[in-house]
């Protein structure tokens, strides 16, 4: 028999093909399998039942592979079989096709346990070879400069194969058969240090770069995704420089420590925690740290309680550990615990993209860098390291979801449209995220891919990368959108830029027309990211309440939201209820100083006369106290809760001695870590109402507040309130609606108290409760619920050139 198969999923560039060759060969099966822009195609010839028993094995392809979809292609029956009797199975070159691609590349991976223990074997010739992959690791997207997924279209395609690679390739039985990116240190790329007075060391450039550490000073070390800087984080000194070269004054840093066994010093790890950092994707866990911490690292995550860990992930981080300790043999040393801690992040300068490429490594950081760890494979995609925190069950919370993850696609319902035919792709949708943390999403068929975090789209140098990813995100999966999706907010740089877009591009579907713009309220994108995330597994047909809490976004009505209760069902909300408004005392300012949302709050208690005698040390008190006295009228209003865990922060005065926040939610960040020192405690059962038009009115726990003297039980005590006062705000909206599921989004549940506490609440009281497990709670998730709003519009056939209704 003669049978052809298509197979969808992320099948290039995971040893998908080797695998189905050895699986065919084992059976006795003649043919072929080859990359195709939409997956991989296997035509194999054979008694049917062998053939049913490949088919039945593809949906056991080992990790990182993952089938999706296979469909049987029609086979006409006078064609002759793909290969002569006797002819072995085999692996042909791959095809492309023109109309586009709908196949997924893998994302980049930290390096697997067989290939550290070649690595760290003396007599293997990949001994200490710094690029070392195999089809379980390595880099992937990174590398990929086109599909399909095949050397020539990666940047390893300038380093052509020695005979002992090229060997490997051709060899069935080997781990490294057909594998794209296979190299060694004869073939490879190499890796030097540069120091800053121009001169380099090609020979010990591990052992160089390890003793410019060691010495205290700041190494750029070239990565996966970019670069890094790094310095040794015990060193308070070369911690103290890199944030006053890099402008980074307060925010917290990230640490990689060599393994599990040498994190208990610095921070205590559960069980879900540790699998997380193990885990392939390498991503940074926020953990509880230890006094110790605290006390010896105190640079590092100043009066936080939690520390941004990861692991080694890259050959490069290995060697740098593996020479401090001598370059022991084996990999016994890889379970021991290790005292080198390394400081890690971003190689970039305040405010701009991440850099990848070696000549802007040297121009860009030379301010902040002593030296450079660089090497000559270049990096195609920017892929910052991804950051989340792990709840209680397990799941993950993201902060940034990037490199590890990205660009892995979420399913979505492949339920046709009204004037769909069966059998047609839904449209293509580009949307462009907002203004912070900023992704890019597009939909192509019954996928959604969100990009990399791009980052804040405030500085010009990030606004450049961010229009370049979205010239290249559609083009590099050869996918013409139909629409393009957006923020409401018009000087977003994001909606501008897709405003632009759609005057320029044309559609598939109308010709010569604009693409159709849509665009979505901010927080209705919220918590449409949480819908799509769970709209495969869990169908999301039927309306829900979602609560979105964040910092800031334009409500339909012009004004600032930021604390909302939504009816959702499928594309289209409703704002049903809402935080108690409040003033944001001299406008924009009060979101950088929590001392003026706390002016605020006393306003709106009564208390305006307590503003200038509580803030002495603020000059503008006595002013503001006055503005105030006239009215909040005089002040944009907000309904954030963002804006209200500034204000507890300002009247508990968090941020002395500084007037403002040096980084985003510094504020809300101090507030949750001194709140965990008294953790757990019982909410002010009278600490909230709710009125008849579901305003969640917080005034009588911000009077508590205001007269608390001990700093740490009222944070821990603002907490539980407001939490346990959320949930019993949406368990009141599900019982007026008749609507059983809570979705919760938005930037606030970074915070692990609010989320865990208000998790419980609801499901305490009987009610479905979804969060974002996949794709982070805040911004970076909106490119994602702006391309799920458009695309359900579309296969409606809403019109589409006409905004989001009012929520």
Same mark, same amino acid.
């Given at each position: 028999m003669h049978r052809r198969l298509a197979v969808r999923g992320l099948v290039q560039g995971v040893g998908f093909r080797p695998w189905v060759w050895q699986q065919a060969t084992s059976l006795g099966l003649i043919g072929w399998v080859r990359n195709t822009s939409f997956g991989v195609e296997i035509d194999m010839h054979g008694d049917g039942h062998l053939l049913d028993t490949l088919q039945?094995?593809?949906?056991?392809?080992?990790?990182?592979?993952?089938?999706?979809?296979?469909?049987?292609?029609?086979?006409?029956?006078?064609?002759?079989?793909? $290969?002569?009797?006797?002819?072995?199975?085999?692996i042909q070159a791959s095809v492309s096709n023109a109309l586009g691609h709908a196949t997924t590349i893998g994302a980049d991976l930290g390096v697997c346990p067989r290939c550290l223990a070649e690595m760290f074997d003396p007599g293997n010739r990949r001994w200490r070879h710094p690029f070392i992959n195999c089809p379980q690791c390595g880099p992937r997207y990174t590398v990929t400069r086109s599909l399909p997924f095949d050397r020539g279209h990666t940047s390893l395609a300038r380093f052509l194969p020695c005979p002992a690679c090229d060997a490997e390739y051709g060899n069935g039985a080997d781990r490294r058969f057909h594998h794209q990116t296979n190299t060694c240190p004869e073939c490879g790329p190499k890796v030097w240090l540069t120091q800053t007075d121009g001169s380099a060391d090609h020979e010990q450039p591990i052992a160089s770069a390890l003793k410019l550490l060691q010495e205290g000073g700041i190494l750029a070390v070239k990565g996966l995704g970019g670069f890094h800087l790094v310095c040794d984080a015990r060193q308070a000194a070369a911690v103290a420089r890199l944030r006053q070269r890099k402008r980074r004054e307060g925010k917290p840093l990230a640490v990689m420590l060599a393994n599990p066994a040498s994190i208990p010093p610095w921070a205590s790890m559960t069980p879900h925690e540790q699998r997380w950092l193990q885990s392939p994707e390498r991503p940074i866990v926020l953990l509880s740290q230890s006094e110790r911490a605290r006390q010896e690292l105190s640079g590092i995550a100043p009066d936080l309680a939690w520390l941004g860990v990861m692991l080694p992930y890259t050959p490069l981080h290995y060697l740098l550990f593996h020479e401090a300790i001598g370059q022991p043999a084996g990999t016994a040393w890889l379970t021991a615990p290790h005292d080198m801690v390394l400081v890690v992040t971003s190689g970039n300068a305040g405010g701009s993209p991440l850099v990848i490429d070696n000549e802007t490594a040297t121009l860009e950081l030379a301010e902040i860098a002593d030296g450079w760890?660089? *090497?000559?494979?270049?990096?195609?995609?920017?892929?910052?390291?991804?950051?989340?925190?792990?709840?209680?069950?397990? $799941?993950? +919370?993201?902060?940034?979801?990037?490199?590890?993850?990205?660009?892995?696609?979420?399913?979505?319902?492949?339920?046709?449209?009204?004037?769909?035919?069966?059998?047609?792709?839904?449209?293509?949708?580009?949307?462009?995220?907002?203004?912070l943390k900023n992704t890019l999403c597009i939909t192509q068929g019954d996928r959604a891919m969100v990009s990399p975090h791009i980052g804040d789209l405030d500085a010009v140098d990030t606004r450049v990368a961010f229009t370049r990813m979205a010239d290249i995100w559609p083009g590099w999966l050869r996918t013409q959108p139909d629409a393009l999706a957006c923020d409401l907010h018009p000087d977003f740089f994001s909606t501008i830029l897709a405003a632009h877009m759609a005057h320029t591009r044309a559609s598939t579907a109308s010709g010569i027309q604009p693409l159709p713009l849509i665009q979505v309220q901010h927080h209705h994108a919220h918590v449409a990211a949480v819908l799509a995330e769970h709209a495969e597994e869990k169908g999301v047909h039927e309306p829900v309440i979602g609560l979105a809490l964040d910092g800031h976004g334009l409500g339909s009505d012009g004004m600032v939201w930021g604390g909302e209760l939504l009816l959702v069902q499928e594309d289209e909300a409703r704002r049903i209820g809402h935080l108690w408004p409040l003033a944001m005392a001299g406008g924009d300012a009060?979101?950088?100083?929590?001392?003026?949302?706390?002016?605020?709050?006393?306003?709106?208690?009564?208390?305006?006369?307590?503003?200038?005698?509580?803030?002495?040390?603020? &000059? &503008?008190?006595?002013?503001?106290?006055?503005?105030?006295?006239?009215?909040?009228?005089? *002040?944009?209003?907000?309904?954030?809760?963002?804006?209200?865990?500034?204000?507890?922060?300002?009247?508990?005065?968090?941020?002395?001695?500084?007037?403002?926040?040096?980084y985003e939610a510094e504020a809300a960040m101090r507030l949750e870590s001194l709140a965990t020192t008294?953790?757990?405690?019982?909410?002010?059962?009278?600490?909230?109402?709710?009125?008849?038009?579901?305003?969640?009115?917080?005034?009588?726990?911000?009077?508590?507040?205001?007269?608390?003297?001990?700093?740490? &039980?009222?944070?821990?005590?603002? *907490?539980?309130?407001?939490?346990?006062?959320?949930?019993?705000?949406?368990? &009141?909206? +599900?019982?007026? *609606?008749?609507?059983?599921?809570?979705?919760?989004?938005?930037? +606030?549940?970074?915070?692990?108290?609010?989320?865990?506490?208000?998790?419980?609440?609801?499901?305490?009281?009987?009610?479905?409760?979804?969060?974002?497990?996949?794709?982070?709670?805040?911004?970076?998730?909106?490119?994602?619920?702006?391309?799920?709003?458009?695309?359900?519009?579309?296969?409606?056939?809403?019109? +589409?050139?006409?905004?989001?209704?009012?929520?």
């Amino acid at each position: 028999m003669h049978r052809r198969l298509a197979v969808r999923g992320l099948v290039q560039g995971v040893g998908f093909r080797p695998w189905v060759w050895q699986q065919a060969t084992s059976l006795g099966l003649i043919g072929w399998v080859r990359n195709t822009s939409f997956g991989v195609e296997i035509d194999m010839h054979g008694d049917g039942h062998l053939l049913d028993t490949l088919q039945a094995r593809l949906w056991q392809a080992p990790p990182p592979a993952k089938v999706e979809q296979v469909d049987v292609l029609s086979v006409n029956a006078g064609d002759a079989p793909p $290969s002569a009797p006797g002819k072995p199975f085999e692996i042909q070159a791959s095809v492309s096709n023109a109309l586009g691609h709908a196949t997924t590349i893998g994302a980049d991976l930290g390096v697997c346990p067989r290939c550290l223990a070649e690595m760290f074997d003396p007599g293997n010739r990949r001994w200490r070879h710094p690029f070392i992959n195999c089809p379980q690791c390595g880099p992937r997207y990174t590398v990929t400069r086109s599909l399909p997924f095949d050397r020539g279209h990666t940047s390893l395609a300038r380093f052509l194969p020695c005979p002992a690679c090229d060997a490997e390739y051709g060899n069935g039985a080997d781990r490294r058969f057909h594998h794209q990116t296979n190299t060694c240190p004869e073939c490879g790329p190499k890796v030097w240090l540069t120091q800053t007075d121009g001169s380099a060391d090609h020979e010990q450039p591990i052992a160089s770069a390890l003793k410019l550490l060691q010495e205290g000073g700041i190494l750029a070390v070239k990565g996966l995704g970019g670069f890094h800087l790094v310095c040794d984080a015990r060193q308070a000194a070369a911690v103290a420089r890199l944030r006053q070269r890099k402008r980074r004054e307060g925010k917290p840093l990230a640490v990689m420590l060599a393994n599990p066994a040498s994190i208990p010093p610095w921070a205590s790890m559960t069980p879900h925690e540790q699998r997380w950092l193990q885990s392939p994707e390498r991503p940074i866990v926020l953990l509880s740290q230890s006094e110790r911490a605290r006390q010896e690292l105190s640079g590092i995550a100043p009066d936080l309680a939690w520390l941004g860990v990861m692991l080694p992930y890259t050959p490069l981080h290995y060697l740098l550990f593996h020479e401090a300790i001598g370059q022991p043999a084996g990999t016994a040393w890889l379970t021991a615990p290790h005292d080198m801690v390394l400081v890690v992040t971003s190689g970039n300068a305040g405010g701009s993209p991440l850099v990848i490429d070696n000549e802007t490594a040297t121009l860009e950081l030379a301010e902040i860098a002593d030296g450079w760890l660089l *090497h000559d494979r270049d990096i195609l995609a920017r892929n910052d390291d991804s950051v989340l925190r792990v709840r209680p069950d397990g $799941s993950a +919370c993201f902060m940034r979801r990037s490199r590890g993850y990205a660009p892995t696609p979420v399913a979505l319902p492949t339920r046709v449209g009204k004037g769909l035919e069966e059998g047609s792709l839904p449209p293509s949708v580009l949307s462009m995220g907002a203004l912070l943390k900023n992704t890019l999403c597009i939909t192509q068929g019954d996928r959604a891919m969100v990009s990399p975090h791009i980052g804040d789209l405030d500085a010009v140098d990030t606004r450049v990368a961010f229009t370049r990813m979205a010239d290249i995100w559609p083009g590099w999966l050869r996918t013409q959108p139909d629409a393009l999706a957006c923020d409401l907010h018009p000087d977003f740089f994001s909606t501008i830029l897709a405003a632009h877009m759609a005057h320029t591009r044309a559609s598939t579907a109308s010709g010569i027309q604009p693409l159709p713009l849509i665009q979505v309220q901010h927080h209705h994108a919220h918590v449409a990211a949480v819908l799509a995330e769970h709209a495969e597994e869990k169908g999301v047909h039927e309306p829900v309440i979602g609560l979105a809490l964040d910092g800031h976004g334009l409500g339909s009505d012009g004004m600032v939201w930021g604390g909302e209760l939504l009816l959702v069902q499928e594309d289209e909300a409703r704002r049903i209820g809402h935080l108690w408004p409040l003033a944001m005392a001299g406008g924009d300012a009060a979101a950088r100083e929590p001392w003026r949302m706390a002016a605020s709050v006393l306003q709106a208690l009564g208390r305006t006369d307590e503003v200038s005698r509580r803030f002495t040390a603020m &000059q &503008q008190a006595p002013m503001l106290q006055q503005w105030l006295s006239q009215g909040s009228q005089r *002040h944009p209003v907000t309904t954030s809760l963002g804006r209200l865990f500034d204000a507890a922060a300002g009247l508990l005065n968090l941020l002395a001695p500084y007037t403002q926040s040096r980084y985003e939610a510094e504020a809300a960040m101090r507030l949750e870590s001194l709140a965990t020192t008294c953790w757990p405690v019982a909410a002010l059962t009278d600490g909230w109402r709710i009125t008849d038009d579901l305003q969640l009115d917080w005034r009588p726990l911000m009077n508590w507040l205001a007269d608390q003297r001990d700093a740490a &039980q009222a944070a821990a005590v603002f *907490h539980a309130t407001i939490a346990t006062a959320m949930a019993d705000w949406a368990a &009141q909206a +599900c019982a007026r *609606h008749g609507v059983n599921t809570v979705v919760l989004s938005g930037g +606030c549940l970074a915070n692990r108290l609010l989320d865990d506490t208000l998790y419980a609440g609801l499901i305490v009281q009987g009610l479905r409760v979804w969060r974002p497990a996949q794709y982070p709670c805040g911004d970076g998730g909106l490119s994602l619920g702006q391309a799920w709003v458009a695309r359900q519009r579309l296969l409606k056939q809403t019109p +589409c050139a006409s905004p989001s209704p009012p929520v």
